[in-house]
């Protein structure tokens, strides 16, 4: 429900965009539309500043209902914003609400997840944010042919994030947490309670718990100039306790960083304007005559076919992302979708004559899409939950999210400002070959190294850790390329 709420609150954006440039006469400022439509990334930056720290102390579940609050606060100023500057203040509460699903729910599914299962757990916020993206799509076409406005878009999220509030409420909490704050009898029941009762597995998986939670916190109060995380405490101490830990959160920000680049958000909040320049709303319009009194309805129809092919691949990637592995599925989706990206940039450049643009530029979306979510859509998060160790990972998730935040709001910002500066298709050329610089670059001299697999909750930590290679080499190779 989180994931499908936020993947909803950034979807609709793109929709309100359509009819907010024209309420607030903005067709001529780029950059403020580029603003409002990062303003909710810039919030999530302070979002996942704080997420980690409210994780670590309060617990993941109430980080999570806090989050639900914040997205219904940051709606409902949205709704009634009668100028930019509210609506800016609406988008920017929202997005700290972002902050807080990014950080606690890629910590607790790492955390609640039974082991043989993990990946495709970690999986799962990728496909609830794709549904909510999708639903999004759908919601604002219905919004713009029943003659609404950008407030009936953004008053939705409000209705969502009280069914948001009333899930969490239900679900128990991580049981590594509750163990943690020493919180025992707790920590049994809620493990119970996520593996459907007491059975021997669920025993054997509690002494394995209970293990690893005790060397980590012998680890943490081995350390000279920390203090141990449990009872409240907060794990940024943790980050640095070690090299293993700091090379760790290397290679998930450098993730966090090469799926940001790849340009995904500037696809998000800004194909429907992207396809009405290749004029695919013409192959719509021909199927459909009545839309043509509907312009806005007609490109989002249009990004909703480029981006409904996505879904099933996310299925696809939850079976392969135990059985392949992590590294394997980085190494061989990644070159198709910089391909796919540098696609699309050539359609954009065709002559508006070329018969074949619009179907070119339609197909190079939805192949990126697909190829995002079998690499750089799930992975950065599902590495940096199972990478680094327990009292670290609320602030190693916070420092990890909020370097994709960043970057997040540097490349929604700048889009359509590069866009009317050196055109559409040269922006996009420059996403595509930064993906495939930072592919060669840090991923591929890491070839003889068989990667980040089935790595235990937490390194080193438990009987049951695997990795299938050796992590050193690898983040060697990641910093030395």
Not at 128 to 144: C, D, M, N, R
Not at 390 to 418: C, E, H, K, N
Request: proline letters at 5%; one cysteine or more.
């Amino acid at each position: 429900m989180c994931g499908l709420l936020r993947g909803f609150d950034t979807g609709i954006i793109a929709g309100a965009l359509l009819l907010i440039s024209s309420a607030f006469h903005l067709e001529d400022s780029p950059g403020q539309l580029g603003i409002i439509a990062t303003s909710a990334t810039i919030g999530a930056v302070l979002g996942t500043a704080i997420a980690g720290r409210v994780a670590d102390t309060l617990g993941r579940k109430r980080a999570l209902l806090l989050g639900a609050v914040l997205s219904c606060l940051g709606s409902c100023v949205c709704t009634a914003a009668s100028t930019v500057s509210a609506l800016l203040v609406g988008r920017v509460v929202s997005g700290v609400a972002f902050g807080f699903y990014s950080t606690a729910v890629n910590v607790h599914l790492a955390e609640c997840a039974a082991p043989a299962s993990r990946g495709a757990l970690l999986t799962l916020p990728q496909v609830a944010v794709s549904s909510g993206i999708a639903l999004s799509y759908l919601y604002s076409v219905i919004v713009i042919l029943w003659g609404g406005g950008f407030r009936a878009m953004l008053a939705a999220s409000s209705v969502m994030s009280v069914g948001v509030a009333f899930s969490v409420w239900l679900m128990p909490e991580s049981p590594r947490w509750l163990l943690q704050e020493g919180r025992g009898e707790d920590a049994k029941e809620a493990l119970c309670q996520l593996r459907g009762g007491p059975t021997k597995a669920v025993e054997l998986e509690w002494s394995e718990l209970a293990s690893s939670t005790r060397r980590s916190e012998v680890a943490s109060a081995g350390d000279k100039g920390g203090r141990s995380v449990g009872k409240g405490g907060w794990g940024l101490h943790a980050l640095f306790r070690e090299r293993s830990v700091v090379r760790s959160l290397a290679v998930c920000c450098t993730l966090q960083a090469l799926q940001q680049l790849s340009g995904i958000n500037a696809i998000i909040y800004f194909t429907p304007q992207v396809l009405q320049e290749a004029g695919t709303c013409s192959m719509f319009t021909t199927l459909l005559p009545s839309l043509r009194r509907h312009p806005s309805a007609c490109s989002l129809l249009a990004t909703l076919a480029s981006y409904l092919p996505k879904l099933p691949a996310i299925l696809l990637a939850m079976y392969l992302v135990d059985r392949v592995g992590r590294r394997m599925l980085l190494l061989t989706m990644m070159p198709p979708l910089a391909g796919s990206l540098a696609a699309l940039a050539v359609s954009l450049s065709l002559p508006q004559s070329c018969w074949y643009r619009s179907q070119m530029a339609l197909l190079s979306l939805s192949v990126y899409g697909i190829f995002f979510v079998l690499s750089l859509g799930p992975m950065p998060n599902m590495i940096t939950g199972e990478l680094l160790p327990t009292d670290a990972r609320g602030a190693g998730m916070s420092v990890s999210v909020g370097v994709q935040w960043v970057l997040s709001s540097l490349v929604s910002v700048s889009f359509p400002i590069l866009c009317s500066s050196i055109g559409t298709g040269p922006t996009f050329m420059c996403y595509s070959a930064i993906g495939l610089r930072l592919v060669l670059r840090p991923v591929v001299p890491a070839r003889d190294v068989r990667g980040f697999t089935r790595v235990a909750p937490a390194v080193g930590e438990g009987k049951g850790e695997k990795t299938d290679g050796n992590l050193d080499q690898a983040l060697q190779a990641l910093q030395g390329s």
